[in-house]
């Protein structure tokens, strides 16, 4: 305990003015303690472990006497306690630092998951739209709170309004939520169950998006109808009319037909090795090329200015030896003009059920062709090539029976 002496009224009190240590009485320990300046300012002196310790209680007389005495009560109920004031302090200004650094709002975790995985993603559109819908959607109901903070209800409250009548976008919004709060997780900015979580969470409290709208599939033009299609296509003129009939002879993807490039392309072998950096799977895929794919590539390589097979024209001149691929609208105002329902990925779809319907070949080659990973994690494993041979056939038959 600190040393007791007979207690000081407020006057005696202003009047102390002996360096050191000047105990008032009233609690024990108590003490005004003057420096060598002259500066006086409180203590209250107590023993922990038989170590002296001098707890301080602020400047006089800014604090007043009766305050001190306030505060030096408290320092005793402490001790009381067996807490030792001073290292009791330290640790709430330990907490409070802590939970300065973890203060991180949503729009701040936002930013800081997108930034660090943009690279990661295939395109920057996809990084845009991310950021859209963060912004369009969450950021108003939970930005500016602290991802700490942010409880389910909230969650609810953003994604209820939209849940119903833009499922898919609710959908996609509430993962890329739920992938933020992972985030801020591991990061240590939280330490609540991930509020977007959809399993054990919200699926309890949402309907499933399957169940609330039904998927909407690319309009696909008949396989029966293609060969005459095919005639109507040719007679179109414009290097969107040619990367379009690419697309149904090689059964890729337009984005992938969009951004072809030379140096892709084996005319010698008819192959067009597309990379995994383009390829939706992340994984290289490798195009045998039919004789009237070849015979598109070979014109186009007539005419050819820059690195791309199927060039924007648009602002294009002989300088330019990069270019621009064709914008993602340019196949689809081909098939408008035409005044065709469909769109130029429901050719693959065409493709698809030609070889189902029309065809020996066995599934697999159907789906390799078209490059769709397999969802099968054993046949997976053991299968290492990529059925190239049998492709090029597949490949052959499907431009014989477009182009008949």
């Not at 699926?203 to 060969?227: E, N, R």
């Not at 939706?280 to 005419?303: T, Y």
């Not at 054993?378 to 290492?384: M, S």
């Amino acid at each position: 305990m600190g040393k007791r002496e007979s207690e000081l009224g407020a006057l005696a009190v202003s009047q102390i003015r002996r360096r050191g240590i000047n105990f008032v009485g009233g609690v024990a320990g108590l003490a005004i303690n003057v420096t060598k300046s002259g500066g006086r300012s409180w203590v209250v002196r107590y023993t922990v472990a038989g170590k002296r310790r001098d707890k301080g209680l602020g400047g006089y007389p800014d604090v007043t006497l009766a305050d001190a005495k306030i505060a030096a009560r408290a320092v005793r109920a402490k001790l009381a306690q067996g807490i030792d004031p001073i290292e009791d302090a330290r640790a709430q200004r330990s907490q409070l630092i802590a939970a300065q650094v973890s203060a991180i709002t949503f729009s701040q975790a936002a930013k800081q998951y997108i930034d660090t995985h943009e690279s990661t993603w295939r395109n920057s559109k996809h990084a845009q739209q991310w950021r859209n819908t963060i912004q369009t959607y969450a950021e108003p109901v939970i930005g500016k709170m602290l991802v700490r903070e942010v409880t389910l209800q909230q969650i609810i409250s953003l994604l209820e309004p939209i849940w119903r009548t833009k499922t898919e976008t609710a959908s996609r919004l509430r993962g890329r939520i739920e992938s933020i709060f992972d985030w801020a997780i591991a990061r240590g900015y939280r330490t609540e169950t991930n509020p977007a979580r959809w399993k054990g969470l919200l699926d309890t409290m949402l309907p499933a998006p399957g169940k609330i709208t039904k998927t909407d599939h690319h309009k696909a033009l008949p396989y029966v109808k293609q060969p005459e299609f095919m005639k109507l296509l040719a007679a179109q003129q414009g290097i969107g009319a040619r990367a379009l009939e690419f697309t149904i002879l090689t059964a890729c993807r337009s984005g992938e037909v969009r951004g072809a490039k030379w140096s892709e392309i084996d005319l010698a072998n008819a192959v067009w090795t597309v990379p995994a950096s383009r390829m939706k799977a992340g994984k290289e895929h490798r195009v045998p090329l039919s004789d009237a794919a070849l015979s598109i590539i070979k014109s186009m390589k007539e005419s050819a200015f820059c690195d791309y097979v199927f060039p924007s024209s648009h602002g294009a001149n002989a300088s330019d030896s990069e270019g621009k691929p064709l914008s993602d609208m340019t196949l689809t105002a081909v098939l408008r003009r035409m005044e065709v329902a469909a769109v130029p990925h429901g050719f693959r779809s065409t493709f698809r059920d030609w070889c189902a319907e029309q065809t020996d070949f066995p599934r697999e080659v159907a789906e390799m062709a078209l490059a769709h990973a397999i969802g099968n994690k054993v046949e997976a494993a053991y299968r290492r090539g990529d059925l190239f041979d049998k492709r090029k056939q597949l490949m052959q038959d499907w431009a014989t029976f477009a182009r008949t």
